[in-house]
């Protein structure tokens, strides 16, 4: 059974940089079709793409925020870490880790993450 | 902004059929990407409900149903029951987002 769980801080000030821990079990990120992307939502808003780190460490970040983000992997911990800097209001949200299985460089995501609420406040 | 454009919401009677559309274009679901559909319930995670346009993980109903057809996808709910009231989301593979991935604008599924 794979299950993922995203930590972090609840509250962070304008400008400061956002560190989130995707923690997962069940299958391994150095097994070949296999990714953990992060996803977030703003409150009543959409799903966002944020980003996708490979079983081979191959990375892809939304254009709209790849300056200010970094996705790296740690498989010794079963780890995921999402960076973002210059955190903004406008970047509260929840946001979601998900396995993903790839296929033919395509993927889907499965399962995801409770999600871990995060808000942008002085 | 999302590049797959989604009605923000449908609804149908308990037992009706009801259609999502997931409208892209040339450099996603319209190049032969693969779409695939996510079910939201109030206040939890989204849960993948289609793969790879048409295929349901072990476990969800075969209510649910997915399509594709030129640049635009379609989620269809068969027999519509309560506990179907959810967002849907569509996801898919852009190529002029440099490797990244999209979801669709979402939709609010209402049982009357």
């Known amino acids: 059974q794979i299950t993922l769980k995203e930590s972090g801080p609840t509250l962070v000030k304008p400008t400061q940089t956002l560190t989130l821990t995707c923690t997962f079990s069940?299958?391994?990120?150095?097994?070949?079709?296999?990714?953990v992307g992060w996803i977030r939502q703003p409150p009543g808003k959409a799903l966002e793409w944020l980003a996708l780190i490979y079983w081979n460490d191959d990375k892809r970040y939304s254009p709209s925020l790849k300056s200010r983000l970094t996705i790296t992997k740690d498989t010794s911990k079963n780890q995921v870490v999402l960076t973002m800097t210059n955190m903004d209001p406008v970047d509260t949200a929840t946001y979601y880790c998900?396995?993903?299985?790839?296929?033919?460089?395509?993927?889907?995501?499965?399962?995801w993450g409770q999600g871990t609420l995060v808000t942008v406040s002085s | 902004q999302s590049v797959l454009t989604q009605p923000p919401s449908v609804s149908g009677a308990p037992g009706q059929r009801v259609t999502i559309s997931c409208t892209g274009s040339?450099?996603?679901?319209?190049?032969?990407?693969?779409v695939h559909w996510y079910q939201q319930l109030p206040g939890t995670a989204p849960k993948l409900l289609i793969y790879g346009n048409s295929n349901r993980p072990s476990g969800v109903p075969d209510r649910f149903s997915g399509s594709k057809s030129g640049t635009s996808a379609s989620l269809a709910i068969t027999g519509l029951q309560a506990e179907d009231e959810a967002d849907y989301y569509c996801?898919?593979?852009?190529?002029?987002?440099?490797?990244?991935?999209?979801f669709g604008t979402g939709t609010k599924v209402t049982v009357l």
């Open positions: 996801q898919s593979y852009d190529s002029s987002l440099s490797g990244s991935g999209v």
């Open positions: 069940g299958f391994s990120l150095s097994t070949s079709g296999v990714g």
């Open positions: 998900a396995h993903a299985k790839v296929a033919g460089g395509l993927y889907w995501f499965d399962p």
């Open positions: 040339s450099s996603n679901i319209g190049a032969g990407y693969d």
